[in-house]
């Protein structure tokens, strides 16, 4: 009986697509998502210290894009197996955005302002192509420290 449940609990674990080891990996679209979802939360920090309305444009010119992202990066953490998977998201998110705005917090304001000129400009540019053109270049293998996953 005992080697019958073993054998059952074996053929279970060999059909789901992401083993134990992977449950936490990034697939292609994860990572595309997490550096489009960084871009977004670094031009909302910014245009928030800068008092700018960059960011208010750029979302409303990827609207779509933005919510796709989302949804990836909310299925990456039920996959990655969070019990709330949107709470996940919410509270990765903000952690993001909480990150970015203390490192801006070293630096006086007008000099944060003119050092992200160059971003802001790119995000107030940015079509939703331009901003998935953006995430996978900026998708660098091994370098955000994620496991990649095999599938």
């Given amino acids: 009986m005992r080697t019958m449940l073993v054998m059952a609990a074996l053929l279970a674990a060999a059909s789901f697509p992401c083993a134990a080891a992977e449950k936490g990996c990034y697939s292609q679209a994860d990572s595309e998502a997490e550096?489009?979802?960084l871009f977004q939360t670094n031009v909302m920090v910014i245009s928030s210290a800068c008092q700018n309305t960059v960011y208010?444009?750029?979302r409303a010119h990827n609207k779509e894009a933005i919510i796709r992202y989302q949804k990836v990066m909310i299925e990456h953490f039920r996959r990655s197996g969070?019990?709330?998977a949107q709470s996940e998201f919410d509270r990765w998110n903000t952690s993001l955005a909480n990150e970015i705005a203390l490192?801006?917090?070293t630096t006086p304001t007008g000099q944060v302002c003119q050092q992200a000129a160059e971003i802001l400009k790119l995000a107030s540019t940015l079509d939703e192509?331009?901003?998935h053109d953006y995430a996978v270049a900026h998708v660098v293998d091994g370098a955000s420290g994620h496991a990649k996953c095999a599938r």
Avoid: P, T
Wanted: aromatic content about 6%; hydrophobic content about 35%; cysteine-free.
């Fill in 56 to 58: 208010g444009e750029f």
């Fill in 103 to 105: 490192k801006q917090g």
């Fill in 82 to 84: 969070a019990r709330n």
């Fill in 129 to 131: 192509k331009g901003l």
């Fill in 35 to 37: 550096q489009a979802i």
